[in-house]
């Protein structure tokens, strides 16, 4: 949770959330209260059927993946009153139309459902002038700035300082750090020798952060006085961890010019439980999503069937699980023989290729669906690493020398990088993507999974693809 937390827009997401949880409960809370209240005052018969309040729990998590997936939690000081409540009032209608769908399923009666509509009435109400509130008070607040101190300087403190720019983090100043650690050329910014005045900077300074770099030898001296400030309570990070951290991404370039090779954790890949659950999920995912698919998949075939002739599916080998092959199966969305005289090419926006009913399959991701199959015979999971062209890989390698390490596990339909980052289009941006695939590697976990299908449906609805 701390490492989840150390980004200010996640700290400040959260917040939020913890708000939004005690004002929906209240909301469940005052819509049961109306329920009592009816009772015993009226006789009106469609309001006096006994109430399911299971029906509720099911709500709440129904609006909060909703609000989630609709970024209801990125808020800007520059959303207006009315942008605010539409949405709102736009996420309570589609909560309340799921909630109409599952009725049948989870036997809510009608009773159960006006009151459900009462509670996303209320909750409308309630998070409508929460947010109004936390832009006007919290967003503008000096709460959640953390003054930071480098120990130290190499490339990634600069490039870390490029970052915090745009956050709630402010760097103040460089300690200096033995003979190979000195700083120079800090600009503005104060530099600090360990033996003098550190003490009472930190404390004038309010310095809640401390960031080490990892290519400079740090004097026994300044390595005791850091271990001491974090026995203090203060944060303490390797340049490379918060890197890490801060983008979400591995920090790969920092090897390359080291010259180092990364170690990167496999752990979760190797632990049973782990490896288990997540293939029995995607068995089962894979198949349920199948079933329920199965009418939007006979028309996109009788639709490409008509306007593209067959083959309906297109087949692309990539490569997989320990560099094995496999063929990707997707919905064809470019013409016949699109590379037959140009060979493989990178995936472009403005791709002439692609037939009319091939830019609405894309822009929607249906064409992604026959990727169900892949998963149900466990080519893929649905988590993990885009699989990728042995072509493109090949040239990937030649300036990411440890682009195999993606290998390593299983792809996925989704992934890290793919919620982060777009198509990528070259080499050097597909670098870039290799670093959010190793972050996910190094932490993956259930609940890392289920955040990166949640953020997927928010990508989906909010950004199209090409």
Same mark, same amino acid.
């Given at each position: 949770?701390?490492?989840?937390?150390?980004?200010?827009?996640?700290?400040?997401?959260?917040?939020? *959330? %913890?708000?939004?949880?005690?004002? @929906? +409960?209240?909301? !469940? &809370? /005052? #819509?049961?209260?109306?329920?009592?209240?009816? $009772?015993?005052?009226?006789?009106?018969?469609?309001?006096?059927?006994?109430?399911?309040?299971?029906?509720?729990?099911?709500?709440?998590?129904?609006?909060?993946?909703?609000?989630?997936?609709?970024?209801?939690?990125?808020?800007?000081?520059?959303?207006?009153?009315?942008?605010?409540?539409?949405?709102?009032?736009?996420?309570?209608?589609?909560?309340?139309?799921?909630?109409?769908?599952?009725?049948?399923?989870?036997?809510?009666?009608?009773?159960?459902?006006?009151?459900?509509?009462?509670?996303?009435?209320?909750?409308?109400? *309630? %998070?409508?002038?929460?947010?109004? @509130? +936390?832009?006007? !008070? &919290? /967003? #503008?607040?000096?709460?959640?700035?953390?003054? $930071?101190?480098?120990?130290?300087?190499?490339?990634?403190?600069?490039?870390?300082?490029?970052?915090?720019?745009?956050?709630?983090?402010?760097?103040?100043?460089?300690?200096?750090?033995?003979?190979?650690?000195?700083?120079?050329?800090?600009?503005?910014?104060?530099?600090?020798?360990?033996?003098?005045?550190?003490?009472?900077?930190?404390?004038?300074?309010?310095?809640?952060?401390?960031?080490?770099?990892?290519?400079?030898?740090?004097?026994?001296?300044?390595?005791?006085?850091?271990?001491?400030?974090?026995?203090?309570?203060?944060?303490?990070?390797?340049?490379?961890?918060?890197?890490?951290?801060?983008?979400?991404?591995?920090?790969?370039?920092?090897?390359?010019?080291?010259?180092?090779?990364?170690?990167?954790?496999?752990?979760?890949?190797?632990?049973?439980?782990?490896?288990?659950?997540?293939?029995?999920?995607?068995?089962?995912?894979?198949?349920?999503?199948?079933?329920?698919?199965?009418?939007?998949?006979?028309?996109?075939?009788?639709?490409?069937?008509?306007?593209?002739?067959?083959?309906?599916?297109?087949?692309?080998?990539?490569?997989?699980?320990?560099?094995?092959?496999?063929?990707?199966?997707?919905?064809?969305?470019?013409?016949?023989?699109?590379?037959?005289?140009?060979?493989?090419?990178?995936?472009?926006?403005?791709?002439?290729?692609?037939?009319?009913?091939?830019?609405?399959?894309?822009?929607?991701?249906?064409?992604?669906?026959?990727?169900?199959?892949?998963?149900?015979?466990?080519?893929?999971?649905?988590?993990?690493?885009?699989?990728?062209?042995?072509?493109?890989?090949?040239?990937?390698?030649?300036?990411?020398?440890?682009?195999?390490?993606?290998?390593?596990?299983?792809?996925?339909?989704?992934?890290?990088?793919?919620?982060?980052?777009?198509?990528?289009?070259?080499?050097?941006?597909?670098?870039?993507?290799?670093?959010?695939?190793?972050?996910?590697?190094?932490?993956?976990?259930?609940?890392?999974?289920?955040?990166?299908?949640?953020?997927?449906?928010?990508?989906?609805?909010?950004?199209?693809?090409?």
């Amino acid at each position: 949770m701390k490492v989840l937390l150390m980004r200010s827009d996640s700290r400040r997401k959260f917040f939020m *959330f %913890l708000g939004d949880i005690v004002l @929906i +409960f209240l909301a !469940v &809370f /005052l #819509s049961i209260a109306l329920y009592s209240f009816f $009772v015993r005052f009226f006789t009106y018969k469609p309001l006096l059927r006994p109430l399911k309040p299971y029906a509720f729990y099911m709500a709440v998590v129904v609006h909060l993946v909703i609000l989630y997936v609709f970024e209801m939690y990125e808020m800007r000081e520059r959303y207006e009153k009315l942008h605010i409540l539409t949405s709102l009032a736009s996420v309570s209608c589609i909560s309340f139309l799921v909630m109409f769908a599952l009725a049948k399923l989870i036997r809510i009666n009608q009773t159960t459902m006006v009151y459900i509509f009462a509670f996303f009435f209320i909750t409308t109400y *309630f %998070l409508y002038y929460w947010r109004r @509130i +936390f832009i006007k !008070v &919290f /967003l #503008s607040s000096r709460y959640f700035i953390k003054h $930071v101190l480098f120990v130290g300087r190499d490339f990634l403190t600069d490039e870390i300082r490029k970052l915090m720019e745009h956050s709630d983090y402010k760097v103040v100043g460089f300690i200096n750090s033995g003979s190979s650690g000195k700083v120079e050329d800090a600009g503005k910014l104060k530099v600090i020798d360990p033996d003098s005045d550190l003490d009472d900077f930190i404390k004038t300074q309010k310095i809640r952060t401390l960031i080490v770099t990892t290519d400079k030898k740090h004097s026994l001296k300044t390595l005791k006085k850091v271990y001491a400030y974090k026995f203090r309570g203060l944060e303490v990070y390797s340049s490379d961890y918060f890197y890490e951290i801060f983008t979400r991404k591995f920090p790969i370039t920092h090897f390359l010019k080291k010259d180092e090779i990364p170690y990167v954790n496999l752990d979760p890949f190797v632990n049973m439980f782990f490896k288990n659950t997540k293939r029995i999920l995607d068995f089962s995912g894979a198949l349920f999503l199948l079933i329920v698919f199965s009418p939007v998949f006979l028309v996109i075939w009788i639709i490409i069937r008509a306007m593209s002739g067959n083959p309906v599916f297109y087949l692309q080998e990539r490569l997989g699980f320990q560099e094995k092959p496999f063929k990707l199966i997707k919905f064809r969305t470019m013409i016949k023989g699109a590379e037959d005289d140009k060979g493989p090419q990178w995936a472009d926006k403005e791709d002439i290729r692609v037939t009319r009913v091939g830019k609405i399959l894309r822009k929607t991701h249906l064409d992604e669906l026959p990727q169900l199959i892949n998963v149900l015979i466990g080519d893929l999971s649905f988590v993990g690493p885009r699989p990728i062209r042995k072509h493109f890989a090949d040239l990937i390698e030649q300036q990411a020398p440890f682009y195999s390490l993606r290998f390593m596990i299983k792809p996925g339909v989704t992934g890290w990088a793919q919620v982060h980052y777009d198509y990528g289009g070259t080499v050097e941006g597909h670098i870039d993507k290799f670093q959010y695939d190793l972050y996910y590697i190094k932490r993956a976990s259930l609940f890392l999974d289920l955040f990166i299908i949640l953020k997927t449906l928010q990508t989906v609805v909010r950004r199209p693809a090409y």
